[in-house]
């Protein structure tokens, strides 16, 4: 099964219910993939939620995240790659995705986009723009 890394800008545009990016939420939820995950990520998305639409909200989703059968936590202390620059707190996305062998970062942060550039570790993203669930839902 497919290992992905959700962005946190990913993650709020995909679970409102009429969002046309809610497919993502819901493979999440269908268990058509696996989410990597790391505490520092669940604490982010928990924060950008609580922003963005509430507090209310942001426990509920998180509450969601944690109890998925299909949600792999990993710590990555032994990762610190440091590949983006731009942005230091983006890279522990980065980090998840070595640690926890992830297929694909879905995002659409611009910070991402050095990652192309860089031979290893090899982090493969999608942009949630121009994702489809028949791209990353092998």
Known sequence: MIKLIIDTNSLLVSTPKKSKYRWLFDAML???FQLVVSTEILLEYEEKL???YSEEYADMII???VNLPNLIRINPISY???LISADPDDNKFIDAYVAGGANYIITDDRHF???HQIEFPKVQTVKM???RPEMILE
Do not use: H, T
Request: charged letters at 35%; hydrophobic letters at 50%.
């Open 63 to 65: 509450q969601v995240i």
């Open 80 to 82: 610190n790659w440091k």
């Open 113 to 115: 986009d050095v990652l």
């Open 129 to 131: 723009r121009f994702a």
């Open 30 to 32: 269908d268990g058509k």
């Open 50 to 52: 609580a922003e963005f």
